[in-house]
């Protein structure tokens, strides 16, 4: 996979270590938790810049230090995110499903192009151009987030159950490109699985840009995965693997990242 650039490397730190103490870092503790990771100083301003003029970071100066908080709408995307990102579920057959069906005018194809790229982020997949699924747990994150975005007057949602006649499983290949997605999780699994692997005792900051390399990387795959029901996947799918991989980095890197961000909060002190 290709190494993630500095402002999503960023966006993970506010989120794994900002949101807990107000949600703000200064500028020094960000340029030397990312020198950890290898991105040097110019990069991380510039990055911070980026994220600046996308309404994600807000400068704050805090104890007479110069810094950046997350701004409300950020914080509210990575809270929703937490649940998708550590908690993930599977969803079962009896759940049933929810669509989304919209006609978005010619005039207004940039609000169709964001409902299409917002859809697919939710995790949804594609029966026609303008009708959309997804299993009917997502229902309320995609309320939640269509209204955020201001798109949800686009959109009619509809709860449903599946009565053929065509073989569902055979549909949902149609829907979602599971291939793309399964090499995505396979990718995963093979670049982290030996950092998952190695023994115990990793300096700690090797901890900390391991994890945060680690979940930058996998941060986006539960979002593009609808979490369907196991009997409609494909045998052997990568995701479970990956999954595996992902849970036991977390369990071995976490607690030592976050002594090495400590670690750099409190050299400020």
């Known amino acids: 996979m290709p190494p993630a650039p500095p402002r999503s490397l960023i966006v993970t730190i506010y989120g794994l270590y900002a949101r807990e103490v107000g949600g703000w870092l200064s500028v020094s503790s960000l340029i ?3 020198a950890e990771l290898g991105v040097e100083e110019p990069a991380v301003r510039s990055s911070i810049s ?3 003029r996308r309404g994600i970071l807000v400068a704050q100066r805090q104890g007479g230090r110069a810094g950046y ?3 409300a709408h950020a914080r509210s995307i ?3 995110g937490d649940q998708r990102i550590f908690a993930a579920t599977r969803a079962s057959l009896a759940d049933g499903w929810v669509m989304a069906v919209f006609s978005v005018p010619e005039a207004q194809r940039q609000q169709r192009h964001r409902l299409r790229s917002r859809l697919t982020w939710l995790g949804f997949g594609a029966v026609s151009s303008g009708v959309w699924i997804a299993p009917k747990r997502l229902l309320a994150p995609t309320q939640e987030a269509l209204a955020r975005d201001e798109l949800l ?6 709860e449903s159950d599946y009565v053929g006649p065509e073989d569902l499983r055979e549909e949902v290949a149609r829907w979602w490109d599971l291939d793309a997605l399964g090499a995505l999780y396979t990718d995963f699994h093979r670049e982290f699985a030996p950092i998952a692997q190695r023994r115990r005792g990793t300096r700690t900051g090797d901890a900390f840009a391991d994890y945060v390399r680690a979940l930058t990387t996998w941060r986006r795959l539960p979002y593009l995965d609808p979490g369907l029901p196991e009997e409609l996947l494909p045998p052997d799918w990568a995701g479970t693997l990956a999954q595996a991989t992902f849970s036991t980095l977390h369990k071995r890197l976490a607690a030592p990242a976050h002594r090495f961000v400590d670690t750099v909060r409190e050299s400020e002190s």
Do not use: G, N, T
Request: hydrophobic residues 55%; negative net charge.
């Open 78 to 80: 990575l809270d929703e």
């Open 50 to 52: 980026r994220l600046k």
């Open 153 to 158: 007057a686009y959109v009619d949602l509809f």
């Open 32 to 34: 030397q938790l990312l």
């Open 69 to 71: 908080a997350l701004s």
